[in-house]
Protein backbone atom coordinates (compact mmCIF):
# COMPACT_ATOMS: atom_id res chain seq x y z
CA UNK A 1 0.00 0.00 0.00
CA UNK A 2 3.16 2.03 0.79
CA UNK A 3 4.70 1.68 -2.57
CA UNK A 4 1.70 2.21 -4.09
CA UNK A 5 0.91 5.76 -2.64
CA UNK A 6 4.53 6.41 -3.32
CA UNK A 7 4.17 5.92 -6.95
CA UNK A 8 1.15 7.93 -7.32
CA UNK A 9 2.85 10.68 -5.18
CA UNK A 10 6.11 10.46 -7.78
CA UNK A 11 3.88 9.88 -10.75
CA UNK A 12 2.04 13.61 -9.13
CA UNK A 13 5.42 15.48 -8.90
CA UNK A 14 6.14 13.82 -12.34
CA UNK A 15 3.30 15.41 -13.46
CA UNK A 16 3.71 18.93 -11.55
CA UNK A 17 7.02 19.16 -13.47
CA UNK A 18 5.89 18.49 -16.69
CA UNK A 19 3.32 21.29 -16.40
CA UNK A 20 5.75 24.00 -14.85
CA UNK A 21 8.21 23.47 -17.53
CA UNK A 22 5.44 23.48 -20.22
CA UNK A 23 4.57 26.81 -19.02
CA UNK A 24 7.73 28.04 -19.09
CA UNK A 25 8.42 26.67 -23.07
CA UNK A 26 5.38 28.37 -24.18
CA UNK A 27 6.57 31.59 -22.71
CA UNK A 28 9.57 31.55 -24.13
CA UNK A 29 8.39 30.46 -27.80
CA UNK A 30 5.53 32.90 -27.38
CA UNK A 31 8.07 35.92 -27.17
CA UNK A 32 8.69 37.88 -30.46
CA UNK A 33 12.21 38.34 -32.00
CA UNK A 34 13.15 40.87 -34.15
CA UNK A 35 16.34 41.41 -35.98
CA UNK A 36 17.67 43.80 -33.30
CA UNK A 37 19.44 44.37 -30.05
CA UNK A 38 17.08 42.99 -27.23
CA UNK A 39 15.65 45.61 -24.78
CA UNK A 40 16.58 45.50 -21.47
CA UNK A 41 12.89 44.41 -20.75
CA UNK A 42 13.46 41.65 -23.16
CA UNK A 43 16.58 40.44 -21.52
CA UNK A 44 14.32 40.73 -18.07
CA UNK A 45 11.41 37.95 -19.70
CA UNK A 46 13.93 35.82 -20.96
CA UNK A 47 16.60 35.41 -18.19
CA UNK A 48 13.51 35.23 -15.85
CA UNK A 49 12.24 32.12 -17.62
CA UNK A 50 15.36 30.47 -18.69
CA UNK A 51 16.64 30.85 -15.01
CA UNK A 52 14.06 27.95 -14.38
CA UNK A 53 16.35 25.92 -16.35
CA UNK A 54 19.45 27.15 -14.15
CA UNK A 55 20.30 28.78 -17.24
CA UNK A 56 20.62 32.53 -18.27
CA UNK A 57 21.55 34.39 -21.52
CA UNK A 58 25.22 34.41 -20.79
CA UNK A 59 25.44 30.57 -19.86
CA UNK A 60 23.69 29.46 -23.01
CA UNK A 61 25.70 31.02 -24.89
CA UNK A 62 28.55 29.73 -23.17
CA UNK A 63 27.89 26.22 -22.58
CA UNK A 64 28.82 23.21 -25.13
CA UNK A 65 26.29 21.55 -26.96
CA UNK A 66 26.38 18.83 -24.86
CA UNK A 67 26.35 20.29 -21.81
CA UNK A 68 23.53 22.46 -22.18
CA UNK A 69 21.77 18.76 -23.05
CA UNK A 70 22.92 17.35 -20.37
CA UNK A 71 21.89 19.86 -18.29
CA UNK A 72 18.06 20.27 -20.08
CA UNK A 73 17.74 16.16 -19.15
CA UNK A 74 18.59 17.01 -15.94
CA UNK A 75 15.88 19.26 -15.28
CA UNK A 76 13.39 16.57 -16.98
CA UNK A 77 12.97 18.06 -19.76
CA UNK A 78 11.27 14.97 -22.20
CA UNK A 79 11.89 14.97 -25.75
CA UNK A 80 9.04 17.63 -26.65
CA UNK A 81 9.84 19.98 -23.85
CA UNK A 82 13.56 19.57 -25.70
CA UNK A 83 11.64 19.81 -29.25
CA UNK A 84 10.61 23.16 -27.70
CA UNK A 85 13.49 24.40 -26.48
CA UNK A 86 15.24 23.97 -29.77
CA UNK A 87 12.49 25.76 -31.41
CA UNK A 88 12.96 28.87 -28.98
CA UNK A 89 16.96 28.46 -29.61
CA UNK A 90 15.81 28.79 -33.40
CA UNK A 91 13.54 31.87 -33.24
CA UNK A 92 16.31 33.61 -30.43
CA UNK A 93 18.81 33.11 -33.05
CA UNK A 94 16.89 36.29 -34.63
CA UNK A 95 17.77 38.73 -32.34
CA UNK A 96 20.85 40.77 -32.95
CA UNK A 97 24.04 39.49 -31.62
CA UNK A 98 23.23 35.86 -30.68
CA UNK A 99 23.57 32.55 -32.93
CA UNK A 100 22.25 29.78 -31.33
CA UNK A 101 21.00 27.64 -34.36
CA UNK A 102 24.15 25.09 -33.57
CA UNK A 103 22.67 24.16 -30.35
CA UNK A 104 19.59 24.05 -31.70
CA UNK A 105 20.99 21.64 -34.20
CA UNK A 106 22.59 19.42 -31.33
CA UNK A 107 19.44 19.29 -29.49
CA UNK A 108 17.00 18.28 -32.50
CA UNK A 109 20.45 15.46 -33.40
CA UNK A 110 20.25 14.45 -30.13
CA UNK A 111 16.31 13.85 -29.87
CA UNK A 112 16.32 12.30 -33.03
CA UNK A 113 19.29 9.73 -32.16
CA UNK A 114 18.00 9.01 -28.16
CA UNK A 115 13.88 8.70 -29.11
CA UNK A 116 13.15 5.22 -30.14
CA UNK A 117 10.95 6.85 -32.70
CA UNK A 118 12.20 8.71 -35.84
CA UNK A 119 10.11 11.46 -36.77
CA UNK A 120 9.67 13.63 -39.85
CA UNK A 121 9.03 16.69 -38.37
CA UNK A 122 12.55 16.27 -36.48
CA UNK A 123 14.13 15.49 -39.20
CA UNK A 124 12.70 18.62 -41.22
CA UNK A 125 14.04 20.89 -38.43
CA UNK A 126 17.59 19.56 -38.66
CA UNK A 127 17.50 20.15 -42.26
CA UNK A 128 16.14 23.88 -41.94
CA UNK A 129 18.99 23.92 -38.95
CA UNK A 130 22.17 23.14 -41.20
CA UNK A 131 20.84 25.19 -44.05
CA UNK A 132 20.63 28.91 -41.70
Known amino acids: ?3 TQN ?7 RDDEAIRIDNVLKT ?3 LDFVPQPLTDDQKFDIENQL ?13 QNEELITLLVRRHLDFNH ?3 FA ?13 FENKALAV ?3 IQ ?20
Not at 51 to 57: P, Q, R, V
Request: hydrophobic residues 40%; aromatic residues 14%; positive net charge.
Open 82 to 84: LEQ
Open 51 to 63: KEFGLNIESLVEY
Open 28 to 30: LCS
Open 87 to 99: DFLMAFSKVANYN
Open 1 to 3: MQE
Open 7 to 13: KMLNKGL
Open 113 to 132: RESNVFSFGINAKIASAKNK
Open 108 to 110: YQY
